[in-house]
């Protein structure tokens, strides 16, 4: 079975510093990752997809993410944190088997918190 | 706007009562998550749906089921409801049921169990 691990449940940066959310994963399969963004009292929203075609992903809002195999990592980043970027974070992988391919397996999350 | 519409998006109610929540997916798209957000157990697969047909079940309760209608949209019925339901409750759509294929999350039903 799939898992991921949130390392930190809560991130706290400065406003143009550098955003770093960690994620590692475990699969037996090829995984397929996923970043979601939840602001507060909406639903999630995909930032960035990792399907194997590159191992840097580049997503919306200036985010990316890198695929390390060798790292089990997909961790994400951010050069310069915007305010507007204050949200809770989601790695996600797919499942790779049984009946249900599109079914997300979620991390804890990650809160953000982005200080003037 | 994700195009994925849950409704209610507030529901207050007592132990022991039943409740349905409502999801109409994005036009055309096939697929129909339900996930549970708790504090205590995060983001949670409870079940899915494809073209009418159940197709993968996660941690979902006996008390707990759900269905896709013809016209695809999906509603998730939740009985003998106890303190701990009280969560957050998504539902997503997709258009295919692949690995690659992304979810698109309405904003969720809040459940409050009193």
């Known amino acids: 079975a799939q898992s991921v691990t949130q390392l930190g449940s809560h991130v706290s940066v400065s406003e143009g510093a550098l955003v770093l959310l960690r994620c590692n994963y475990s699969?037996?399969?090829?995984?397929?990752l996923f970043w979601y963004v939840q602001y507060p009292n909406q639903g999630l929203q995909l930032l960035l997809k990792?399907?194997?075609?590159?191992?840097l992903v580049k997503g919306i809002n200036g985010f990316e993410a890198e695929f390390k195999k060798s790292e089990t990592s997909f961790h994400l980043t951010k050069p310069s944190a915007h305010m507007s970027d204050a949200a809770e974070y989601f790695c996600?992988?797919?499942?790779?088997?049984?009946?249900?391919?599109?079914?997300?397996?979620f991390g804890q999350g990650t809160i953000l918190t982005v200080h003037p | 706007d994700s195009g994925v519409t849950q409704t209610p998006k507030h529901l207050i109610t007592a132990t022991g009562q039943r409740v349905t929540l409502r999801c109409s997916p994005r036009s055309g798209d096939l697929s129909v998550y339900w996930y549970q957000q708790s504090l205590d157990q995060g983001l949670q697969f409870l079940i899915q749906?494809?073209?009418?047909?159940?197709?993968a079940k996660g941690n979902i309760l006996e008390r707990f089921s759900a269905q896709q209608f013809p016209d695809l949209h999906s509603e998730l019925n939740l009985s003998s409801l106890e303190l701990g339901d009280s969560a957050l409750y998504f539902c997503?759509?997709?258009?295919?049921?692949?690995?690659?294929?992304?979810?698109?999350f309405g904003q969720g039903t809040r459940l409050t169990v009193v």
């Open positions: 699969s037996s399969v090829p995984p397929y």
């Open positions: 996600a992988v797919s499942n790779a088997g049984g009946t249900s391919y599109g079914k997300l397996t």
């Open positions: 749906y494809y073209n009418g047909e159940e197709r």
């Open positions: 997503a759509s997709s258009g295919r049921d692949r690995i690659d294929t992304e979810a698109f």
């Open positions: 990792y399907t194997s075609a590159a191992t």
